[in-house]
T-cell receptor
């Protein structure tokens, strides 16, 4: 089945810094989604991408659907303490179901 | 608030108990999902319901029994669970099964003793 590689697995940054994370797939995807999960809560959808090369922003978050359709990137600019959480990528390709990455745990030091 | 609620938020049960998890979505969606989230593993899809009909059972043991009485409600009935079933169980909904924007509830943290 389709698999996602999400990296890095964790990051520690200072408040105000920018952070980037990415996901790569073993096959071509038609949809990329980025979620954030706060402790004790379910994942919340941040950004959805449907077209190769698409660049979409949601406030300080920017995500891109890779040209090869096998990767996606999420950038957070000017991080703040409430950005702490686990960020998941999810993707779908062909007739397959949505698959999720293992998540990237972000820690923001004030 | 994502429009998907789950109860209870926390559940501790013995291996011989029977309990049920409840999910309700207020988004007018037609597809609902159960996922299992374990530490350091990707979300595992368990069941998919489309317009109340089960369309996917991802090789889930029979000690997990889903029920979808209508498009807004989804249950997961649990019986004779094992300690390795301890996890966060997440419910999600989407407009349709081929609409990949899924909206998640807060989850039920299940501990099996």
């Amino acid at each position: 089945g389709q698999q996602l590689n999400q990296s890095p697995q964790s990051m520690f940054i200072q408040e105000g810094e920018d952070v980037s994370m990415n996901c790569t797939s073993s096959s071509i995807f038609n949809t990329w989604l980025w979620y954030k999960q706060d402790p004790g809560e379910g994942p919340v959808l941040l950004i959805a991408l449907y077209k190769a090369g698409e660049l979409t922003s949601n406030g300080r978050l920017t995500a891109q659907f890779g040209i090869t359709r096998k990767d996606s990137f999420l950038n957070i600019s000017a991080s703040i303490p409430s950005d702490v959480g686990i960020y998941f990528c999810a993707g779908q390709g062909g007739s397959e179901k949505l698959v999720f990455g293992k998540g990237m745990k972000l820690t923001v030091n004030p | 608030e994502t429009g998907v609620t789950q109860t209870p938020r926390h559940l501790v049960m013995g291996m011989t108990n029977k309990k049920s998890l409840k999910c309700e979505q207020h988004l007018g969606h037609n597809a609902m999902y159960w996922y299992k989230q374990s530490a350091k593993k990707p979300l595992e899809l368990m069941f998919v319901y489309n317009f109340k009909e089960q369309t996917e059972n991802n090789s889930v043991p029979s000690r997990f029994s889903p029920e979808c009485p209508n498009s807004s409600h989804l249950f997961l009935h649990l019986h004779t669970l094992q300690p390795e079933d301890s996890a966060l169980y997440l419910c999600a909904s989407s407009q349709a099964p081929d609409s990949y924007e899924q909206y998640f509830g807060p989850g039920t943290r299940l501990t099996v003793t």
